[in-house]
């Protein structure tokens, strides 16, 4: 079974279509890099995977369910733009929480493990606001990976993150990989992106213009890819 299945997906907002027919698979176990330029549909698309918003057209599933559906919802692990934090929690508090919806036995021990990993263990009783900008990207995606969720739905993990928390994001995500989980991660570092994927998936004002492996000039020269969108930019 496919983890995502995207079929013929159009999205509307207004008259505008921020995604256009779009259809594409992710085999289980995949890293997907999503590019495209700014307004090309990448935050759309995540948000429709994770059953926060829904296609005018067509029909998205999540290992065979329906992503707003309980169901669908149990596998994804979302982390969009904002950073799902509670501000009135601590960070060890949010985490803890985060453990506990994911039933999570020995979620206390589970959280040390997670600050630990990414190295909050010190501010651990902060509360996010409090945080930089970059840490409260690690909080936040701490967050997401605590629970194991079969299926990551990234939106830009690796803005504001300086290169030793990158590479520190990097090694997390493929632990998740290896672990299983199927990742899906927009980006606009294209070399980090490249370094780090199996498969790309590049959107052009809404349209699917690549969907497969991610080739071998892809790394060498990541810019290359967007001639794919047919400009020279
Ligand atoms: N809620 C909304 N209402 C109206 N238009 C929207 C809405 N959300 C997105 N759009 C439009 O849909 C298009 C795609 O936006 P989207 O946020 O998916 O792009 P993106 O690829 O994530 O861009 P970026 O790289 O800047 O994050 C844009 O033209 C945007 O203006
Ligand atoms: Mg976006």
Redesign the pocket.
């Known amino acids: 079974m496919m983890a995502v299945d995207a079929r013929r997906v159009t999205r509307y907002?207004?008259v505008?279509a921020?995604l256009r027919q779009a259809s594409f698979q992710i085999p289980p176990g995949a890293c997907m890099a999503l590019l495209?330029?700014?307004?090309?549909?990448?935050?759309?698309?995540i948000r429709l995977l994770a059953g926060l918003n829904v296609p005018s057209e067509g029909a998205v599933t999540v290992f065979g369910a329906d992503p707003t559906h309980a169901e669908g919802r149990r596998s994804i692990g979302f982390l969009g733009?904002g950073s799902g934090l509670y501000d009135e929690l601590s960070a060890e508090e949010n985490l803890l929480l985060a453990a506990r919806v994911a039933r999570l036995p020995d979620a206390a021990a589970k959280v040390r493990e997670w600050l630990r990993r990414v190295q909050l263990e010190r501010v651990a009783h902060n509360r996010p606001h409090e945080y930089s900008r970059g840490m409260r990207q690690r909080l936040a995606l701490a967050r997401v990976l605590i629970g194991g969720p079969r299926l990551l739905l990234l939106?830009?993990p690796l803005t504001a993150l300086d290169d030793r928390a990158t590479a520190m994001v990097r090694g997390l995500l493929q632990e998740a990989i290896a672990d299983g989980a199927t990742l899906l991660m927009?980006t606009?570092h294209l070399s980090e992106g490249m370094q780090l994927a199996s498969h790309v998936l590049l959107?052009d004002r809404?349209a699917v213009v690549y969907c497969g492996e991610r080739t071998h000039a892809m790394l060498t020269d990541p810019a290359s890819v967007y001639a794919l969108c047919g400009d020279k930019a």
Do not use: V
Not at 37 to 44: F, S, V
């Open positions: 907002f207004g505008y921020a495209g330029r700014n307004g090309a549909g990448k935050t759309t698309l733009h939106d830009e927009s606009h959107l809404g």
